[in-house]
């Protein structure tokens, strides 16, 4: 029988600070602790979102809050004086900033390598536990960037293809540059892997539309704090937003054909990505796990990862259409033999999934678990999610399409109103902090069940 439960997302009197230290902002006093995992009370007023903002400054020990619509009374007086002046102080303030996303809360300090195959035309980042201890962390500037580039021209490519699929408005384009050109992932580069931690449980991860290998950092460096690497795909099928190919050939955002929208053909077009996508993986998974592509087993190598990998305990995980084709992917790799422990699908787009899928009780061989955003969610996906009898299914109300992403706390909520990635009454990091912990509850055990989680974050769940 299915089990379905729902989390309460930004409601009630508690938040969760996203970081720790001290303060107050927007009317929301909060109290420092480490990693996230704050809990932060209302002081009786009534708390008015302004685009909150984290970022770390360059010069500064700790994290802190800013508030974007704090900025808006002084820049306004300055701006009587000297328009000058105030866009040189905004350039100096974001100079000096580096944004860091979201801290893992697991043991281990994640680790990262980027990895272009020519061999396989593979384009991967893997996050896996480290050796290093929290003390030998590397400064912020050392960290990868948020948008992937092996030179500046590569990774000027890569914004701007972001923003070109997103639609983004020219007068936007350059603000919001301004703060995911800075951003960094909580993951020291090329450090070498924990020894303690014997083999590691394997997650491939998929992305959905728009997205690139690093979109889902914090969802992934939370995986690899508590032991497990994830190999997160940069798909060529022309559902990234833009890809640069070990070769140096170019992939940008493929939209469906105009004419094709509504149709068959529609589905024809995102059945065949699917498709492309699932062979990737299966690629992917070969070089990790037989040792077909030299440039992956090199790279592995170098980190101390070679031969590290548990295979017998493969999970799939996605969001949206990479939700989709975790799903399609679990009942090929059970076609051929291949044991999957779990398929953990983030807010799936069914959509592109093959008909047989629906049919083929792949939830009798792969434990099967869907966490859905409130805002996204329909009755036609849910009742494709409904052919798997035996799968767990958690929703997140309040909840948007983009929750599992980073880029609802990558950027300040303002801009992101203005391109239309937020819902109201959503706490950001809330949100994605529960689905992560979710995501790695049914990883590590395979089940999920209310009486296991935080119960003040529970309700009984009906429908949508």
Same mark, same amino acid.
């Given at each position: 029988?299915?089990?379905?439960?729902?989390?309460?997302?930004?409601?009630? =009197?508690?938040?969760?600070? =996203?970081?720790?230290?001290?303060?107050? @902002?927007?009317?929301?006093?909060?109290?420092?602790?480490?990693?996230?995992?704050?809990?932060?009370?209302?002081?009786?007023?009534?708390? %008015?979102?302004?685009?909150?903002? @984290?970022?770390?400054?360059?010069?500064?020990?700790?994290?802190?809050?800013?508030?974007?619509?704090?900025?808006?009374?002084?820049?306004?007086?300055?701006?009587?004086?000297?328009?000058?002046?105030?866009?040189?102080?905004?350039?100096?303030?974001?100079?000096?900033?580096?944004?860091?996303?979201?801290?893992?809360?697991?043991?281990?300090?994640?680790?990262?390598?980027?990895?272009?195959?020519?061999?396989?035309?593979?384009?991967?980042?893997?996050?896996?536990?480290?050796?290093?201890?929290?003390?030998?962390? =590397?400064?912020?500037?050392?960290?990868?960037?948020?948008?992937?580039?092996?030179?500046?021209?590569?990774?000027?490519?890569?914004?701007?293809?972001?923003?070109?699929?997103?639609?983004?408005?020219?007068?936007?384009?350059?603000?919001?540059?301004?703060?995911?050109?800075?951003?960094?992932?909580?993951?020291?580069?090329?450090?070498?892997?924990?020894?303690?931690?014997?083999?590691?449980?394997?997650?491939?991860?998929?992305?959905?539309?728009?997205?690139?290998?690093?979109?889902?950092?914090?969802? @992934?460096?939370?995986?690899?704090?508590?032991?497990? @690497?994830?190999?997160?795909?940069?798909?060529?099928?022309?559902?990234?937003?833009?890809?640069?190919?070990?070769?140096?050939?170019?992939?940008?955002?493929?939209?469906?054909?105009?004419?094709?929208?509504?149709?068959?053909?529609?589905?024809?077009?995102?059945?065949?990505?699917?498709?492309?996508?699932?062979?990737? %993986?299966?690629?992917?998974?070969?070089?990790?796990?037989?040792?077909?592509?030299?440039?992956?087993?090199?790279?592995?190598?170098?980190?101390?990862?070679?031969?590290?990998?548990?295979?017998?305990?493969?999970?799939?995980?996605?969001?949206?259409?990479?939700?989709?084709?975790?799903?399609?992917?679990?009942?090929?790799?059970?076609?051929?033999?291949?044991?999957?422990?779990?398929?953990?699908?983030?807010?799936?787009?069914?959509?592109?999934?093959?008909?047989?899928?629906?049919?083929?009780?792949?939830?009798?061989?792969?434990?099967?678990?869907?966490?859905?955003?409130?805002?996204?969610?329909?009755?036609?996906?849910?009742?494709?999610?409904?052919?798997?009898?035996?799968?767990?299914?958690?929703?997140?109300?309040?909840?948007?399409?983009?929750?599992?992403?980073?880029?609802?706390?990558?950027? =300040?909520?303002?801009?992101?109103?203005?391109?239309?990635?937020?819902?109201?009454?959503?706490?950001?990091?809330?949100?994605?902090?529960?689905?992560?912990?979710?995501?790695?509850?049914?990883?590590?055990?395979?089940?999920?069940?209310?009486?296991?989680?935080?119960?003040?974050?529970?309700?009984?769940?009906?429908?949508?």
């Amino acid at each position: 029988m299915s089990a379905f439960v729902a989390a309460r997302v930004g409601a009630g =009197p508690f938040r969760r600070s =996203p970081i720790g230290g001290s303060g107050c @902002c927007s009317g929301l006093c909060w109290s420092g602790s480490h990693s996230g995992r704050t809990i932060a009370t209302t002081t009786g007023k009534k708390s %008015v979102r302004t685009g909150v903002l @984290c970022m770390q400054l360059e010069a500064g020990v700790v994290n802190e809050m800013v508030s974007w619509s704090s900025w808006v009374p002084w820049a306004t007086t300055l701006a009587g004086g000297s328009a000058a002046l105030v866009v040189s102080l905004r350039a100096w303030l974001l100079n000096r900033m580096r944004l860091a996303l979201t801290a893992p809360t697991g043991p281990y300090v994640p680790g990262s390598i980027d990895v272009k195959c020519k061999d396989s035309d593979l384009v991967f980042r893997l996050f896996y536990p480290s050796s290093l201890s929290p003390a030998e962390v =590397p400064p912020l500037d050392a960290l990868d960037k948020w948008i992937p580039g092996v030179d500046e021209s590569e990774f000027n490519m890569y914004v701007r293809g972001l923003l070109q699929s997103l639609g983004m408005d020219r007068r936007l384009y350059r603000i919001l540059l301004s703060f995911i050109a800075q951003a960094r992932i909580r993951a020291a580069p090329n450090a070498p892997a924990a020894m303690d931690a014997g083999k590691l449980p394997l997650v491939i991860f998929s992305h959905g539309l728009h997205g690139l290998r690093s979109t889902y950092s914090v969802h @992934c460096t939370e995986l690899a704090s508590h032991g497990f @690497c994830v190999a997160a795909i940069e798909h060529n099928d022309g559902s990234a937003s833009f890809s640069v190919r070990p070769t140096g050939q170019v992939t940008e955002f493929q939209p469906v054909p105009v004419d094709a929208r509504g149709t068959e053909r529609e589905f024809e077009f995102r059945n065949a990505q699917l498709r492309t996508r699932v062979g990737e %993986v299966v690629s992917l998974l070969d070089a990790l796990d037989r040792g077909t592509s030299l440039h992956v087993t090199s790279q592995m190598e170098k980190v101390g990862l070679a031969g590290r990998l548990d295979t017998t305990q493969l999970h799939l995980s996605g969001h949206s259409f990479g939700a989709a084709t975790a799903l399609e992917l679990a009942w090929d790799l059970v076609k051929q033999g291949r044991q999957v422990q779990s398929c953990v699908a983030l807010d799936s787009w069914l959509f592109p999934v093959s008909e047989h899928v629906f049919k083929s009780r792949v939830d009798e061989h792969v434990s099967l678990a869907f966490v859905n955003n409130s805002q996204f969610q329909w009755e036609t996906n849910l009742q494709r999610m409904a052919s798997f009898e035996k799968r767990v299914q958690v929703t997140l109300v309040g909840a948007s399409h983009q929750t599992q992403s980073d880029l609802l706390i990558l950027v =300040p909520e303002l801009l992101l109103r203005l391109i239309g990635m937020t819902a109201d009454g959503m706490n950001a990091h809330e949100s994605l902090a529960i689905s992560n912990e979710l995501a790695l509850r049914f990883l590590l055990g395979g089940k999920l069940a209310a009486e296991s989680f935080r119960p003040s974050d529970l309700v009984a769940w009906d429908q949508l």
